[in-house]
């Protein structure tokens, strides 16, 4: 097992792919590197994030979900629990590989797909779309195309949650690449509108629904 810190390891993987001019092929460099025992996934937890396990206290989730960027699979795997059929995608095989060996037998649809080119089924297709930290993990020029990628597979009706890191300015280093107030406001588009944006502490949490 590795002894170098996550972070360091996520960034330098990174710095490969994007000297490349691949900003999301760094995620299989470093799927692949933790099967193989070489690497920690920063942002496996163990766990669903806290702050949509608060969000989601009280809902009825019931209906389609979509979760951007499964990563470990914990988020995909509560919002299934809770009712929603979920259908869950990362631009990793590896990732896919790994989710599928932890949770074998599970109701989540997980397939894999790239952000930046998502299928065009996707699209408004989802009751409740779930944005975790993805966007995040891009440099910021191409967090415009990512977030319109992410509005746009909100259904009629439909809800879109994103938890995401807090950038006072511009970051300028990564990964990652927090975002700014106005980054979160630019989610709401394509019929989005904002229902509750919070910042807790170092957190985004931000609602917005297609009417």
Do not use: C, K
């Amino acid at each position: 097992m590795t002894t170098e810190d996550p972070d360091e390891a996520a960034r330098r993987l990174a710095a490969v792919s994007l000297a490349a001019d691949d900003p999301t092929g760094w995620f299989e460099r470093l799927y692949a590197a933790a099967a193989d025992g070489a690497a920690v996934v920063p942002w496996d937890r163990g766990a669903p994030h806290p702050l949509l396990v608060d969000w989601a206290e009280g809902r009825d989730l019931a209906g389609s979900a979509l979760v951007v960027g499964f990563g470990p699979g914990f988020d995909a795997e509560f919002l299934a629990a809770r009712g929603a059929t979920t259908t869950a995608f990362d631009v990793s095989p590896s990732a896919l590989t790994a989710v599928r060996g932890r949770f074998p037998g599970s109701p989540v649809d997980y397939r894999t797909a790239d952000l930046l080119a998502p299928p065009q089924e996707l699209r408004h297709a989802f009751g409740l779309v779930l944005e975790v930290m993805t966007v995040q993990s891009m440099p910021p020029q191409f967090h415009p195309p990512a977030t319109a990628s992410v509005a746009g597979f909100v259904a009629p009706g439909g809800t879109l949650l994103v938890i995401t890191m807090v950038a006072d300015t511009p970051p300028e280093d990564g990964p990652p690449w927090p975002l700014t107030r106005a980054e979160i406001d630019a989610f709401g588009q394509d019929g989005l509108t904002p229902v509750a944006v919070e910042r807790l502490e170092n957190r985004w949490r931000a609602e917005f629904r297609r009417d």
